[in-house]
């Protein structure tokens, strides 16, 4: 069964840094692009980062660049959102998404591209 889990979400103060991870089971990840998507409530799902299969190229929303990166490490099946300098409107839930593309596709910020995705994990900016 695939399945994906996110960890590292939590409540931080502004300025503040979390590690999200996104650990893969019953599927190996190197066949998959994935990304980094959060909603906030009564907002719409907003695509954050996304990396592609080998991880040479990302995609950072404009909303987060400079402050957040995206990694993976597929020896260990798992893909990585570091998150720094955190403010209130970054709350919102975090989910890790994943889709099977061709080695050298780029990847998209586009949730509706993505079939495979884990239950969120909860990040509270706040003081």
């Known amino acids: 069964q695939l399945q994906l889990v996110e960890s590292g979400g939590g409540l931080v103060q502004p300025g503040g840094s979390l590690r999200l991870s996104c650990a893969a089971s019953g599927f190996t990840l190197d066949s998959y692009a994935i990304g980094w998507f959060r909603q906030a409530p009564g907002k719409e799902r907003e695509g954050v980062s996304c990396?592609?299969?080998?991880?040479?190229?990302?995609n950072v929303a404009d909303s987060v660049k400079g402050r957040f990166a995206i990694s993976r490490d597929n020896a260990k099946n798992t893909a990585y959102l570091q998150m720094n300098n955190l403010k209130p409107e970054d709350t919102a839930v975090y989910y890790c998404a994943a889709e099977p593309l061709p080695l050298f596709s780029l990847c998209v910020l586009d949730g509706k591209k993505y079939g495979y995705w884990g239950q969120g994990t909860q990040v509270t900016v706040s003081s």
């Open positions: 990396i592609r299969r080998n991880g040479g190229s990302t």
